[in-house]
């Protein structure tokens, strides 16, 4: 691995539009070849593959061979580190919110 791709991470990944789209489209089918995801963007085959190979190298996508075409399918077992992120910024709001209410509470009586 290139010292490029160490510093890559799920946060990285995911921060392109595209990425997010590529995920998405893979979350909705179990596995799609190159040709037919390229279809959904108005970009070039070479751009898509390099999205995907970012997204691979985090192991946000997986790839196989069947006969002369890539299949790519989506391993989102790396996003629980982005839910989990979340989810503690989710507490800190739902704490912060919930004070929010008890001081307003307490200025009407």
Same mark, same amino acid.
């Given at each position: 691995?290139?010292?490029?791709?160490q510093?890559?991470?799920?946060f990285?990944a %995911?921060?392109? &539009?595209t990425?997010r $789209?590529? %995920?998405r489209?893979?979350?909705?089918?179990?596995?799609? &070849?190159?040709?037919e995801l390229?279809?959904?963007?108005?970009?070039?085959?070479?751009?898509?593959?390099k999205?995907?190979? %970012?997204?691979?190298?985090?192991?946000?996508?997986l790839d196989?061979k069947?006969?002369?075409?890539?299949?790519?399918?989506?391993n989102?077992? &790396?996003?629980?580190? %982005?839910?989990?992120?979340v989810?503690?910024?989710?507490k800190?709001?739902?704490?912060?919110?919930? $004070?929010l209410?008890?001081?307003?509470?307490?200025?009407?009586?």
């Amino acid at each position: 691995m290139s010292e490029n791709n160490q510093l890559r991470d799920v946060f990285a990944a %995911i921060a392109d &539009p595209t990425r997010r $789209r590529l %995920i998405r489209l893979l979350a909705e089918v179990e596995e799609l &070849p190159l040709h037919e995801l390229t279809s959904q963007f108005s970009i070039g085959r070479t751009a898509v593959s390099k999205h995907l190979t %970012i997204l691979k190298e985090v192991g946000l996508v997986l790839d196989r061979k069947v006969g002369r075409e890539t299949r790519f399918r989506l391993n989102a077992h &790396p996003l629980k580190e %982005i839910q989990d992120w979340v989810a503690f910024y989710s507490k800190f709001w739902n704490m912060n919110m919930l $004070r929010l209410n008890q001081l307003l509470e307490e200025e009407e009586k």
